[in-house]
């Protein structure tokens, strides 16, 4: 008796653990007699007659009637204690409770029952089969393990939060492993004989548990597969790398202002139900990569630690020329399904084939996701770094999701644009960054100055002069984390104390001043090649349709179109930061501005000596095309020849310039205005067509509005000219159709040397 007592005892433990994490197995324990279970179904027909949904509950008798008879088999043979019949009956009550919200969702349970009462046996004429018999006991064991599973798969389902949304969803595949439970309680009725050994009970409890466990194993592996094909499929962005570098760029005592303010802690809390999206505001270079950003990282870490909660997030910026509010939306479902099987399952069951071009499929996808998901935070940094219209939908789709979902924590981060202001509509609660960062500041000034000292080998004496002219520093920054950023970054390398001094006590009045004064130091330059060599970095920064690489601008500043048989092999490596000064910098290996203000100003046409993008777009384009004439890209090359090649780098440009050539030639023509293209581009789209063109090209039928019409009017005196760039233009608008993604560097930046 005391073996079958510590199995019934096991198996309770068993199923107590498998419900850890869920607050209700209390709640099951109080039922304990199917006296109870009655009241209970009385009180629920009640309710439902009131509401006008009464729902015939005769369908479950004959699953109360085995279970009466098996509690009494057990309370005879079995000196069971409360709790384990309390998981007889206890169960019963909740499920029904749970599963009334939805009349779907109760009708499936109430089948669920019956068919488990059917396959459940006579229990009566059980223990009269094998009374006095040891066997007895352990059928009821293996009983009550199926019964168990059977609670335990129908509450961890029919408690889900959003039971309404889910259903139909989930609910499938739950029923398909109450079936293998079901099967396996028919299956035990080949086991009522007299003869039955113990070795064939205890076989039959562990085939149970392993097809169950297969099953599950087998159907969670198909959702992970289905989910990471979408995945590959749309190829939504990922900002955890960038997480990963701002959380290690935050000083220590950043944002304790934010975490302090009493508007911070009740959108953490939900208490602001009436404006439940939190606004960080900041003028320009207050919070750029300098400041909202480490401010939306540090609150992205802090939510992410908090138990039973999800955070998605965006890092949006100007660089990413393919971003939209639809880009912006895949991205957050992506994270968002990550978080659990079941949101991935209602993603694979979503409709798929117009997720991706249809921005209410994935607007509604999102929105049951979030609903479905619990409390969840929704970070996007960098919001007026999105192109007007696109940022105008994204921010009408947040205050929309705001309303509806009363778990959803939305928080942003952008400048104070006139337009965002207007879209939110005054559902924000706005903290403006750059009255409160003043302690901050401080922090920054002085953890970049200790490292400057550290890395210059100041002597005390000096360090402590430097330190009082940079005292009024996080003063005139007003609030600009930026500014400071570049005034520190102009000084590090100066070596002459008294020209430091200087810079420090006349310091810009302005960002535009700071970048002003980084632009004149350019242009005054007395060496004209080290002048060009920044102007054309700056230029290039600004004009590349798809942010360039270090190793790719390398090889391009080595083409010169005067020698276009000149070969581009690099040497030596460009500190494009030294030579154009603390406004670029080179990030994951990529050329560009540390803020997008930087290309406002230097592009500007107000700007004295201002670089021009038009020109810059042209030199770049041309520059393209003749690396592309060059003799590595011979057709007729060996593989040798092309593995010689690829070792000295001569292919470093080829991934940028076979895929943006013609959009730089589009942006010259619609920056210039000008109606004509040049003749030194002519000259160079000739050589290409006469050593690229290829015998079995098939004319091209791509309309003539896909051009710009500065192309188009060469179409008289250069016919096959224009036909090749239709044919180009054609070519990219396949591919960029195309599953395979050739223009997605995730997929293809293979930097060689």
Known sequence: MATIQRAFEAAMLDFKEKLKGHSFYDQIIQTTSIEQVYQDIEKLQDKQAKSGRLRHLSKIEPFLARLREYSSVVETFVQAKPDILALIWGPIKLLLLWADVLKQSFDALVNALEEIGNALP??????????????????????????????????????????????????????DRIQVVVKHMGSHRDLF??????????????????????????????IAQEYASHRAHLAPKSYDADLYRFSEAVCNGTGKWLFRDQSFQDWLTGIEKAKPILWLRGIPGAGGPIRKTLLASSVIKHTQSLDGTNTVFT?????????????????????????????????????????????????????????????????VDGLDEVELLQRSRLIKELVRLSGECDDCHILLTSRAESDISRDLDGKTTDLQVDKNNA??????????????????????????????????????????????????????????????????????????????RILQHINSSSDPKRRTLARSILGWVGCAPSPMTLKEMEQALLIDPKF?????????????VKICGPIIDVVDGYVQFVHFTVREYIFSKDIQNSINLSETALDLAIRCVVYMCQDHHDPDLTEGDMDDNILWGAYRLHHFSSSFWLDLIHEFSTLSGSETIPDALIDQLRILLETRSSDTYTHSDQRKGSLHPATLGLEDQEPDLVEMLKGCTDFQTSSAKSDFRINNREFVDLEIR
């Open 439 to 516: 302690g901050s500041i401080q922090v920054f000034v002085n953890r970049t100055m200790g490292e400057w000292f550290k890395d210059r080998g100041f002597v005390p004496e000096v360090q402590e002069q430097l330190q009082g002219w940079a005292a009024p520093l996080a003063f005139h920054a007003k609030g600009m984390f930026l500014y400071v950023k570049v005034i520190l970054s102009m000084i590090h390398d100066i070596n002459d104390i008294g020209d430091i001094k200087a810079q420090l006590e006349h310091l810009p009045s302005s960002l535009d001043d700071a970048y002003g």
């Open 564 to 576: 276009p048989s000149k070969v581009p092999t690099v040497q030596a490596t460009v500190d494009v």
């Open 315 to 379: 890092f949006l910026t100007y660089l990413d020329s393919h971003i939209s509010a639809l880009t912006i939306l895949h991205s957050l479902i992506f994270q968002l399904a990550s978080t659990s099987l079941s949101l991935k399952t209602m993603l694979c069951q979503s409709d798929l084939q117009r997720l991706g071009n249809d921005f209410k499929v994935a607007a509604t996808l999102f929105q049951t996701l979030i609903q479905s998901a619990g409390v969840v935070y929704l970070v």
């Open 122 to 175: 006579d229990f009566c004429e059980l223990s009269e089969m094998f009374a006095g018999n040891n066997r007895l006991q352990a059928l009821l064991v293996l009983y009550f393990r199926d019964i168990l599973h059977f609670y335990l798969i129908s509450t961890k389902f029919f408690s889900m939060r959003r039971l309404k949304v889910m259903f139909e969803i989930l609910w499938p595949r739950h029923k």
């Open 193 to 222: 004989r007299k003869e039955v050994r113990m070795e064939e009970i205890r076989r039959a409890d562990e085939m149970r548990n392993r097809e169950l466990q297969h099953f599950v194993q087998t159907e969670d592996n198909n």
